[in-house]
């Protein structure tokens, strides 16, 4: 899958995923890519403005140590939110929680480790909106919610670590 930063000839950006470069340009020769906002089939891969790296940056000076390079930071990392609860509180805590997962599972469809492909295809409308539940990598549901995917890690409970 390659992903496409598109615009239509109004000025709508969005996002597309495709099977192929290929791919891309029959659909779009097929009329068959519409802008998710005003619908028209005039759509364009949009103009990535490349990242410039300066070549002073990178050339090490004769005089007085190396220029630092700025680094692009990393995203940090989520601090996982723990809870110390009381017995019977916890008791309660880990029902709320299995009921959450319940839910989850009763009424979503478990595509496994397709998860993160199947969650980008109903984000851009390529496949039925519905719920779905799978596997994904940390990295890969740190991509989709950069995306605007939104996806939600459901809890562990103790059961789980046997
Ligand atoms: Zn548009």
Not at 100 to 118: I, Q
Not at 126 to 141: C, D, K, V
Request: charge should be negative; include cysteine.
């Amino acid at each position: 899958m390659i992903h496409y930063s598109l615009q239509c000839g109004r000025g709508h950006a969005f996002d597309g995923w495709f099977a192929s470069s290929d791919a891309f340009e029959t659909q779009r020769g097929d009329g068959d890519l519409g802008c998710p906002v005003c619908g028209t089939h005039d759509v364009s891969r949009a103009l990535m403005a490349p990242a410039v790296r300066t070549r002073a940056a990178n050339t090490p000076t004769t005089d007085g140590p190396p220029k630092k390079v700025p680094v692009e930071a990393e995203p940090a990392e989520a601090a996982a939110t723990h809870a110390a609860l009381p017995e019977g509180d916890r008791q309660a805590f880990l029902d709320a929680m299995r009921a959450l997962r319940k839910a989850v599972v009763d009424n979503g469809t478990d595509v496994g480790t397709a998860f993160p492909e199947e969650a980008r295809r109903i984000h851009y409308g390529e496949a039925e909106p519905r719920q779905i539940y799978g596997q994904a990598e940390t990295e890969e549901a740190r991509a989709l919610i950069e995306e605007g995917i939104k996806v939600l890690p459901l809890p562990i409970l103790p059961e789980d670590r046997n």
